[in-house]
């Protein structure tokens, strides 16, 4: 069985696959201090409730935007499930060409979602991650990276807009009925999620329109939403027509799966 594990900036997520079968799945708050002994402690109990024992593991792999981290992670891997792990970021192939000026700063989730997206999907894809940061990343219908874009996460802005402002409320993320709000609150969640969702508008028709340009492929991309809160944007625009909240496992497991039969 293979355990992927993914670590963002605000959660780490661990699951167990057997072959394309998800097992199980769970996340945690990600502290980039937590050691390899305090992971296994609580992975192997969660993993005793499912029936599950370290000795069921017999590959892993990681992806991490935390590099802090990854150090006891490794350690985990190797210490309590006997595995070295694949480190997305230092496998050399992962299947898709980068074509941007820096692919080594592309983070590792963006590049899982993506190799995850072009297997999942035909034709040109834009993965909308809904993550710490909001990001946008685009695969050609070859299956290339073309780039992304990176704006602030919906609960980065709430956070910021109540600290920067003193007498508006921190409030939660909704969808409000109208756009003109008719209280402090309302206003508020009316430019937090109308305002998203007309970002999410506008930047897909651009993207759209520039990947037609660059590529000479006037097919329309297809426009994948993952993360915790893909589903509530999602209903409030067409323009998003999948949601994916496993996408990123999945990619890891597509990943593995490459670089088992290059073995």
Known sequence: MLLAIDAGNTNIVFAVYDGDELRCQWRAATQAARTADEYAVWLTQLMGLEDLAPGDVTDTIIATVVPQGLFDLRALCRRYFNCDPLVVGEIEDLGLKVLIDEPSTVGADRLVNSVAAHASYSGPVIVLDFGTATTFDIVDGDGNYRGGVIS????????????????????????????????????????????????????????????????????????????????????????????????????????????????
């Open 152 to 263: 602030p996460g919906i609960n980065l802005s709430l956070q910021a807009l109540h600290m920067a402002a003193a007498k508006l409320p921190h409030i939660a993320v909704g969808r409000p009925e109208h756009a003109i709000g008719k209280s402090t609150t309302e206003a508020m969640q009316s430019g937090v999620y109308w305002g998203y969702v007309g970002l999410i508008e506008g930047l897909v028709k651009r993207i759209a329109e520039e990947l037609a340009t660059e590529t000479g492929d006037p097919t329309p991309p297809t426009v994948i939403a993952t993360g915790g809160l893909a589903p509530l944007f999602a209903n409030g625009t067409d323009i998003i027509q999948h949601v994916d909240g496993d996408l990123t496992m999945r990619g890891l497991v597509e990943i593995h799966r490459r670089c088992r039969n290059a073995r």
